[in-house]
Every structure is written in C-alpha cells, then in structure tokens.
C-alpha cells in the first residue's frame, strides 16, 4: 500500500483504500458527555445506561402507554427492561438509536442474537471502568475525546476543585451555559463563589466573570469555551448574553488562543415530562455567527447548528472566515440520511478543511456505534469525491488521502485548537 497512485482506472482499489484509511485513522471525538473515571458516577457505561439513553426514551413514550409518572418510578434496571421490551422485542429496533445499541453489543463480542439482556449485565458489570475505557477506545478507534464541563454542576464542580489532574484519554471543554443564558441565577452563583459581582454587569462584574473563566480555563486546561444557543440567538443584541459574549467570552478566550463553541438551534425543554429527553430544535440564524467572525477577527469560533435548514448558509458562512471551524452532525442531525448529505455538501464547499463529526456520547459504549456508523458514511462520500477528482485525470497518492483523512478526523480540530491568527 506504500504510496499507491490511483487514478480513474483503479478506482475500486481508491476506494477500497479510503475505507482503510477511514477505518484505521485515530480520531479525536471533538464534543461528548463522557467523563475520564475520575468523575466517579458522572462516567456512565453498559447497557442499561445505553438503553435508558434519552434519544431511546423520547422513542419509548411514542410506543408505549406506559404513563410519564410510571416510567419515571421505575429503577434504571427496570426502565430498560420496559424500552428493551418496547423498542427491541415489540418492534424492530431500526431507529439510529436502537440500532446503535445492537452495534456496540456486536462490536464488543456480545450475541445481538441471544437478546439475553442478564447477559450484557453480565459482561458490562465485570468491566473495570478505567481498562474498559482503553477497550471502548481501541475497539472504536478513538485517541481521546473532549468531555463537557461546567462548573455550574454541583456533582463535577468538587471534582475540580478537590485537584483533579487528568487522564490523558480526556480533554476538557469549559460548558457555560447557565452563565450566558440564565445570568440573573448565575449572578448569585457567582457571587457565593466570591465574585464580585452584580445584575447589572457594571465594568467590575464584567472583571469578575472574566476572572472566573480565566480560573475555569486554567483549572480545566480546557481545549475552547462552549455554550449551546436558543434559536432566537442574536448578535449585537442588547442582552446580558450579547454583553458577556463581548466582555468577557471573547477577551478570555484571546488570552487563552483558545476557541468558543457555539452549539445553535436548541429549544430546551419543550415537553419537560421527557426530562433530558425533552429538548427540541429550530430554525435559528446565522447572521450572529457572521457578525461575530467579522468584528472579532482575533477570536476563533467552532460552530454547529442543530437545524437541517441551516446546514447550507452555515457551510456558506464558514467559506469566508478563516476564524470559523464548522464541526458535527449534531443531536437531531446525527443520522446516517443527514449525516451523508451534510458531509456531500460540506466537502463540495469547503474541501478537507472541515471536522466532519462529534459523537456527543453521553454513555461511553456508544462512541463504539456513532463512530462506526459514522465512518462508513464518511468512508462512502470521500469514496465518491476522490473517484470524481481521479476522473478529471487527476492521480491521487495514498499518502495525500490519509493526510487528509487524518484531518478531517482530528487534525482539523487541533491545528484549530492552536492556531495562531494574525
Ligand atoms: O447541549 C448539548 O451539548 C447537547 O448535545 C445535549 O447534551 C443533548 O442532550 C445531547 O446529548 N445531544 O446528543
Ligand atoms: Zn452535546
């Protein structure tokens, strides 16, 4: 396979190739759930926590007549009982989500023919978190993932504060939602910490919030900032968000070279019965995204949105800022009929120059499917891309196609993470 040459007459071996390569590529998993064992009871993994996965759970109460309150009084144990029965026995488990289950049971040698869920017990409660990592790893071929972290969560806060030092196997993403998109609560959090702070974002609060993302940016060594967006996101807009944003977000972040992540299109809680489960989308705009990568040329923003419809003025919008990293396939999008047209339309504009995919895991088995799953929809539009650049006469080495392989499945990422603007 040295440096192979492929051209338009061997096509079949080009694409056989990009398979490989897909395939035996290391990636870094750029936004999870996941956390390093450290995070004791915050690391979830096994199959009850894969099939009480709250994708699995909206699934459920769609098929089920089982009331909110009954299911919601059921051990874990038990409410995966009922969504096995439900989902898998009652009907055919053809969701993504159903079927991602059933992928990460074969992959880790379990029989998806025995459906004896005692038995995946079994196997998952003889795992030892920290070497079944390292499986779960080697068996999806990750090289590490960044979790979501926030500081306003009372079961990880501790963990940060009491000097967790790492795991090499996870990176850390500082998570500030609360403090964009409820300041009036996050005040008077702030404020208990020993900020001093005040509703009115005078110029002493807005040095106190920078102080607390500067200290979360250190204690975390945090690969960017992150926040998810409603869709009625707005920038310049007189808000405390708006304020925060360009206050204190972006001038931390500059100091740190660091990116800040906006994760647009969720309309939290729009059935709260669902509990996580209860999130939706809409149709957001990307005019703040526009107007953000062109008055701040200094920072740097990685950006997904959570809308099909906003796929291609999104993709448009990163062809014009170099300081706009476009990531993932995001929640409601991460399926194989989305994910292949996102990827078609984004690599038809925007060449290797894009982070095709996040998993978002929130169990740490489920990196085995959305990654599997992923690959082959990646491995199947670069196969047709790189076929229609050899038909144009054009030679393609096998060594150009693993660089760029190679980036799109992680070095886009770190080369954004580091990248110095002038
Ligand atoms: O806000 C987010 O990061 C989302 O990914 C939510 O966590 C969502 O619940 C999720 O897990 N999506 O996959
Ligand atoms: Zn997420």
Known sequence: MSNTIYTQYNTLELCEAVENIVRETPITDMHTHLYA???GELLLFGI????TYHYLIAEFFRMSETSYDDFWALDKT???????????????????????????????????????????????????????????????????????????????????????????????????????????HSCERLKGWGYDVEPGLNERTLAEIRRFLDEWMCRMNALYMAVSLPPEF???????????????????ARKHNKPFAMMIGVTRQVNPRLRLAGDSLGKSSVAPVE?????????????????????????????????????????FLNNPS?????????IELLGPSIMPQHSDARVLDQVIYKWSHSRHIIAKVLCDKYTDLVETGWEVQHGEMKRDIERMLGGNFWRFVDLELS
């Open 291 to 331: 107007a953000l990568c062109a008055k701040f040329p200094q920072n740097k923003f990685m950006v997904t949105m959570l809308t099909r419809e906003d796929q291609h003025e999104l993709t448009v919008t990163t062809r014009k800022f170099r300081n706009l990293l476009l990531f993932g396939c995001w929640w």
């Open 338 to 346: 989305l994910i292949e047209e996102m990827t078609r339309m984004r």
């Open 234 to 252: 707005a920038f310049p807009e007189d808000s405390p968000r708006a304020k925060i944003i360009e206050h204190c977000i972006l001038p931390v």
């Open 37 to 39: 064992p450290d995070f």
């Open 48 to 51: 009850d926590e894969l099939l």
């Open 78 to 184: 038990a409410q995966a009982d009922a969504i096995w029965q439900c989902l898998f026995i009652e009907n055919s488990p053809i969701s993504e989500a159903c079927r991602g289950v059933l992928t990460v049971l074969d992959q880790l040698g379990l029989d998806p023919t025995s459906r004896d869920l005692n038995a995946y017990r079994a196997y998952f409660a003889a795992q030892d978190p920290s070497d079944f990592i390292d499986t779960v790893y080697e068996t999806a071929n990750l090289a590490s993932t960044v979790m979501t972290n926030d500081p306003f969560d009372d079961l990880e806060r501790p963990i940060w504060e009491s000097g967790y030092e790492g795991d090499s196997r996870f990176h850390a993403a500082l998570r500030i939602d609360p403090l964009l998109n409820d300041w009036t």
